[in-house]
């Protein structure tokens, strides 16, 4: 049922739902027209319920009642209803409604849902939904009258989150929830969420049965090598073959069409022409599939063209409770012994492991299967999402953050979904487990002519950076990157510290790696005197005893193995390196047997080893060991000390405390948010650069320090403001559209008499006068001058996908040439303030350079947060320079000296 044309402005109200059992459900308002439907509905509910939701039984719905219920007018009285079907097949299973009490922000609320669809999970998503209409119409609280023995309508209440008082009157419970959208509120929703993602995913890497429609009896098709590799894998559950033009394939039963199949289907994989798979989509939802998996191109993959197919085949997979992978993609894989799922077109079936894979290329996930595979990488499971108009690189993070098989996940991404929703879910995965990512050339997105700094420097790039680095993602360049890090990750301990022992049989190489430890942040350091003189009674006389260690071409592979075994044992060390250069094939094939020998011994022991066989992959040499995990292999310096130096990556990421978004009582919204009105209202565009006395005000609103300033139309009255706020002083020029006032020669510092600032005002008007700019200056700003600082630079600029950047670094006006600055994804805990402080160059003199009294670096971190704070209330904020910030000496926090600040009106 699709809204009518009038009735436009409520589809924002409309949306799709994840249930418990991982099935999906639409929510609509509900319109005139549902009469019938709604009729329907109650012709097919239990006595029970209907007592519940009505506090009697009624027998039946006559057409004024069915009138009645479906006539709301949006405002004061709102309902959904929960479908399943479209068009004529659409019917509704579930209903709420509120109804306000005149005269206050007080609604009453009531929910039926369908017997057999109860325990889903629908009642909470109609309060999560009628909640966030109720807040848009400036309702704030809910009341709803509930039976005592209604116990699943008060566990929809009591577990909502929301704030709820109750009182018993009589048989009833009176429930009045606060509709204020708390942590735990968002909490609550997070949790149905995962729930649901994670029950949807099952159906994909662990169904029972599994149709393959456009399987091929023809060798070389992907309907047959899908197929086939769900046979010969082994597969644990019922496979059915679907084809028009065929009785069997490979000695199997098949079926003209998925209807005709005698059994249920938890999934079917289609592999048909474009024109077909609508109507097999349709078919699917007749059949009560729960999810499909789509192997066609031709669709958003090919332009618009195909988008407007995609949609309208999402649209009946969400019309119908389905879930979808793909479409473009070339299925999943399951390594499982007890599911064996190979529902790709790849031959390969890698190994059972603990990582879990996902790519939205399908190319190249056939590549990716076929690598890991030559290194014998283990892989728990294996997904290719391709279009991702469903099933998401997210709803996997889901699905693997709590997956006993899974312990690392690698990504290979080309796009972002939602990137707030991606930064919480991967926050909360790599507090347990490492997320590992490549990703392809971040695409360039259409953005607004940048007329800040910090927007300038904004790249999407840069954006990314800023996103993985809160979301905790190791980020790396190459897929070979990739595996590497997930190898180790997956089969060696994390590293306690960054302290690495090099063994090697050659000096180059050992060296090599030693230069390339250090570049990655790692340390080579001196062994123990202990760990010394041993060594010292163990290899030959001309062996290197210091850290590298060259072991000298003279040495035995016995004593390799010994030496080994005491870097393992070092109290210097965290980690290990043994390099071998085998001067004969014999020789690797002992040294994999030492390594064997000795890495299982040392595992618990908490210190990773890797080896590398230079210019060699490790698999050349099998070094596994599947009961006690793998020690990675790998061919050149660069690769070890890169995959070394991202494990403690992550090991420093789990120590890491959670941080906090800090609450500040002394910011006064009202103001701003009238400051930012009034200037709106003045201007009377829809985008409005602030003007000083705004900026001045606004930043004040949220405890912001603002070097005072003066205004002067005339060079008497500069000359007066000077007097009055003291010498020296800054001149500047005040103009409501030149915003970048050195540009024009629009600042004069350091004035010490009033014939100096009487002059800087003139100048400031000639220097106008030649670009032909004169009627845009509406004066001068006068500040007193602030000495003895480090000037740095705070901004926002809104990102078109990821939302507001918040940009720290170096200031003054050479912020666009050095471009010493970092960016974090709004909003901030306190500790993504501190490590952006921290993470530029320029920290080194807020620490006090070579003499230089060490600066309020707390107070930056405080402002930090504080802007973050006015982004938050704020959303009309498109673009922010504070720049430069003085940040003084220990103690004395910090003055903004100037700022530019470009507000919209809210959409």
């Known amino acids: 049922m699709s809204l009518g044309p009038d009735d436009r402005s409520l589809e924002k109200y409309s949306t799709t739902v994840a249930l418990k059992n991982g099935s999906s459900l639409h929510l609509r308002p509900i319109v005139p027209a549902d009469e019938e439907k ?33 006539t709301v007018d949006y405002q004061n009285t709102f309902a959904l209803v929960a479908t399943l079907g479209e068009d004529a097949e659409e019917r509704i299973i579930a209903v709420g409604r509120y109804a306000q009490n005149p005269g206050d922000a007080v609604a009453q609320i009531a929910f039926e849902v369908e017997d057999k669809y109860q325990g889903l999970g629908i009642g909470s998503h109609l309060l999560d939904q009628l909640a966030y209409i109720a807040r848009d119409k400036r309702i704030t609280k809910f009341e709803a009258e509930v039976l005592s023995e209604n116990h699943d309508m008060m566990n929809v209440l009591v577990n909502s989150g929301f704030t709820m008082h109750r009182q018993m009157q009589g048989t009833t419970y009176l429930g009045v929830l606060d509709l204020a959208a708390t942590p735990i509120v968002e909490q609550k929703s997070v949790e149905r969420e995962k729930v649901a993602s994670i029950a949807s995913l099952r159906t994909f890497l662990n169904p029972k049965s599994v149709a393959v429609i456009g399987a091929s009896r023809r060798p070389n098709t992907i309907g047959n090598f899908v197929f086939r590799n769900l046979i010969q894998q082994d597969f644990k559950g019922v496979i059915y073959p679907v084809n028009p033009n065929a009785e069997s394939i490979a000695a199997i039963k098949a079926y003209a069409s998925i209807l005709d199949i005698p059994g249920d289907v938890d999934l079917a994989i289609i592999i048909t022409p474009v024109d077909t798979v609508q109507h097999i989509i349709e078919e699917c939802a007749r059949k009560g599939v729960k999810g499909v998996v789509v192997l066609t191109s031709g669709f958003a993959d090919i332009g618009q063209e195909g988008l407007e197919r995609q949609n309208k085949l999402l649209k009946t997979v969400r019309s119908y409770g389905m879930r979808m992978l793909g479409p473009n993609c070339m299925g999943m894989v399951n390594t499982n012994p007890n599911v064996n799922l190979n529902a790709t077109f790849s031959y390969v079936f890698p190994p059972h492991g603990n990582i879990a894979f996902a790519t939205q290329s399908g190319v190249l996930g056939s590549a990716i299967l076929m690598y890991a595979n030559s290194l014998n990488i283990g892989l728990s499971t294996f997904v290719s999402i391709g279009n991702r108009a469903d099933i998401s690189s997210n709803e996997l993070m889901q699905y693997w953050e709590d997956d006993p098989e899974t312990d690392v996940v690698l990504l290979y991404l080309e796009t972002f979904g939602n990137p707030r929703k991606f930064t919480r879910i991967a926050r909360s995965i790599t507090s347990k487990k490492p997320v590992v990512t490549v990703t392809s050339a971040t695409p360039s997105l259409k953005v607004r002519t940048s007329t800040s700094e910090t927007a300038a420097i904004a790249t999407d790039q840069a954006a990314t950076e800023a996103l993985f680095k809160q979301a905790g993602i190791i980020r790396v360049d190459t897929l070979e990157d990739l595996f590497d890090t997930g190898s180790l990750l997956a089969n060696q301990p994390l590293p306690a510290g960054n302290r690495v022992a090099i063994i090697s049989n050659a000096g180059g190489p050992a060296l090599l790696t030693a230069e390339a430890c250090r570049a990655r942040g790692l340390e080579v350091p001196g062994l123990t005197d202990k760990t010394v003189m041993r060594l010292k009674s163990i290899l030959p006389a001309r062996a290197n005893l210091y850290n590298p260690i060259d072991t000298s071409p003279e040495f035995s592979i016995e004593q390799y193995r010994d030496a080994l075994k005491l870097l393992l044992e070092d109290v210097n060390i965290d980690m290990v390196v043994a390099i071998f250069i085998p001067p004969i094939l014999s020789l690797s094939e002992e040294f994999a047997a030492i390594i064997r020998e000795v890495a299982p011994a040392y595992r618990d022991g908490g210190k990773p080893l890797v080896t590398s066989f230079l210019g060699l992959r490790g698999t050349r040499v099998e070094l596994g060991f599947k009961d006690k995990g793998y020690v990675p292999s790998f061919a050149f310096p660069e690769s070890t000390a890169g995959a070394l130096a991202r494990a403690l990556q992550f090991s420093q990421r789990l120590k890491k405390p959670a941080g906090k978004i800090p609450e500040f009582p002394d910011i006064n919204k009202e103001k701003a948010a009238e400051i930012i009105k009034c200037a709106l209202q003045k201007s009377g ?23 005072p300033l003066r205004l002067a139309k005339t060079p008497a009255e500069a000359a007066a403001a000077a007097q009055a706020v003291g010498f020296p002083v800054a001149v500047k020029i005040l103009s409501t559209t030149i915003t970048q006032k050195t540009d024009v020669e629009g600042v004069i510092l350091d004035c010490r008499t009033k014939d100096e600032v009487e002059k800087a005002f003139i100048r400031i008007g000639e220097n106008l006068e030649k670009i032909g700019r004169r009627n845009e200056m509406d004066g001068v700003i006068i500040q007193k001058m602030i000495k003895g600082s480090v000037e740095v630079i705070v901004g926002v600029t809104q990102h078109p996908a990821f939302g507001p950047l918040i940009m720290f670094g170096l200031g003054g006006v050479y912020v666009e040439l050095f471009k010493d600055v970092t960016f974090s994804i709004h909003p901030l805990t306190d500790i993504d303030a501190g490590e952006m402080v921290r993470s530029v160059k320029a920290y080194q003199l807020l620490e006090g350079w070579r003499g230089s009294p060490r600066t309020d670096i707390a107070s930056i971190e405080n402002l930090i947060l504080r802007i973050s704070a006015m982004v938050e209330d704020n959303p009309q904020i498109l673009e922010m320079d504070l720049n430069p910030v003085k940040v003084l000496p220990e103690g004395e926090a910090y003055l903004v000296v100037d700022g530019r600040i470009l507000i919209c009106a809210e959409s």
Do not use: P
Not at 687 to 705: F, H, M, R
């Open 38 to 70: 709604l009729i329907a509905f109650f012709n097919r509910l239990s006595k029970q319920t209907i007592y519940l939701r009505f506090h009697h039984v009624m027998t039946h719905m006559s057409n004024e009642e069915a009138c009645k219920f479906c």
């Open 685 to 707: 565009k829809a985008q409005v650069w602030l003007d000083a006395e705004s900026i001045t005000g606004l930043l004040d609103c949220y405890g912001i320090k603002v070097v």
